[in-house]
């Protein structure tokens, strides 16, 4: 291991002792502590800032940072997986409308362009801090009545089960990192250009049917994703779909992602 990340080790370890909001100490402490040249510390302390773990505020320090929230590479709804981390989800509807289809959409919703499509537009929050910005696309047909309110502060599928009596059963999710225009920085509350993850799940019913079409910009400096990877010959036993990493028989488990269009081309 070399000097600079033997140092950022370090470093990790003293974040781990202190709580969020503190700040570590100054460099020339922290070198003199640690045994390293400013250079090697301030270059170990920019990874972490660039990693989100240190945010650096000019003329006052160096601080620790929330911890980012793993996601799993599952089909989960965002108000369950915050649930499960002790977190309170939210949500605020920004916008609901009803649009036409489109060319696009009704390839996505595998519906006839001129199809009348609820559009939703949501900022998912937890425990009462921004997370995501996310825009749903369901066909009117399978939520007639839908209004604004009936999404707030729930989960659009635990809905679907009891008011709709619809059971999602499978998805597609793509992933792809990008970072937020103006629009998306000003709801989420972050600086412009800020990197983030934009998710795109399409998902399925029981029946069959597409239901849904989702598209959501996650925060990057609150996200980190998680995968478990198994050999192939386990993987074939536990689950029927694969997703290859490459020739030497390891796989990711396959709710996943991997998205082959620029977001800027919507």
Known sequence: MGKQDDTRERVLDLIESLAVGRAIPSERQLSQELGVSRLTLRAAIDELVRDGRLDRRHG?????????????????SFTDDMRRRGMTPSSRTLDLSLVSAGARLARRLQVSPEERIVRVQRLRLADG?????????????????????DLENRSFYDLLQERYEIVIASGTQTIEPTVTNEEESALLGVPL???AFLFERTTRSESGRTVEFVRSVYRG???QLVTELLPRRARSRARGETAALGGDGITMTADSFGNRNHRRKE
């Open 193 to 195: 250009h800020t990197p």
């Open 221 to 223: 400096d609150r996200y």
């Open 129 to 149: 801090e921004t997370m995501a910005l996310e825009v749903l696309h369901v066909p009117e047909t399978l939520v007639p009545g839908l209004a604004k309110g």
């Open 60 to 76: 006052s320090g160096t601080f620790v940072t929330e911890p980012k929230i793993a996601q799993p590479l599952t089909l989960t």
